[in-house]
């Protein structure tokens, strides 16, 4: 099993619609939980942090965080085709500061 | 706020050859680190400093590989000598804590061939 595990999609949503992406992990010690965009030929970029069990809302961007079940999700909200991007999930090594990542879901926005 | 530098963005060399990455951290951020993607796999570490001294390296595949910060300042990666899976994008990063995420630069494309 990976530490970190995301499906890699592609993940197509209609433009306006909500993209769900999820992520289960494995390490139960872990309290911090990232979310990062990237573009294609581009670095990764944090749009969300989440430490808590709960939603945590950000414009268009809500993270939901499960200890228990092991699993944060990312909901964005009124897709536009400019989200279309590859996500990643990343969540620091229990006592370290060393991140796990997950391989990423391709999101595509359909215009 | 200047952000994470890399430099070159992309390298091409033969392998058995020596290539040295760069990268300038913002400015105040004690903690840097190296990662790098492998096509078609995950994001993965390679070391973490604070500031001058390496805090982690347990990323580190081979001694082919140094890592090194001068002064607590940048930091280079150099491979010697270079072989074909060494190929991929090396990506710095830099915080000033774990908890607040870390900013990325934009990669280095290594290419071995």
């Known amino acids: 099993q990976k530490e970190v595990e995301q499906n890699s999609g592609p993940l197509s949503v209609p433009e306006g619609a909500i993209a769900s992406l999820n992520c289960t992990y494995s390490?139960?010690?872990?309290?911090?939980f990232f979310w990062y965009r990237q573009y294609s030929g581009k670095s990764p970029e944090l749009i969300m942090s989440i430490y808590s069990n709960g939603d945590k809302e950000d414009g268009r961007f809500t993270a939901q965080l499960n200890k228990a079940s092991q699993y944060v999700s990312l909901l964005i909200r009124d897709s536009q085709p400019s989200d279309s991007a590859t996500y990643l999930c990343a969540v620091p090594h229990s006592g370290t500061y060393k991140y796990i990542f997950g391989t990423g879901t391709r999101l595509k926005v359909l215009a | 706020e200047a952000g994470v530098t890399q430099f070159p963005s992309h390298s091409v060399i033969e392998k058995g050859q020596t290539v040295t990455l760069r990268c300038d951290p913002i400015s105040g951020h004690d903690n840097l680190y190296w990662y790098r993607r492998v096509m078609g796999k995950e994001i993965k570490f390679l070391l973490h400093f604070v500031k001058e001294s390496k805090q982690d390296e347990s990323g580190m595949p081979n001694n082919r590989f140094l890592a090194e910060r001068t002064g607590g300042t940048y930091s280079t990666l150099k491979v010697q000598p270079a072989e074909l899976e060494d190929s991929g994008v090396y990506f710095c990063?830099?915080?000033?804590?774990?908890?607040?995420?870390?900013?990325f630069g934009s990669g280095t494309r290594l290419t071995v061939v």
């Open positions: 390490d139960r010690g872990s309290q911090s």
């Open positions: 990063a830099s915080s000033q804590s774990s908890h607040y995420g870390y900013t």
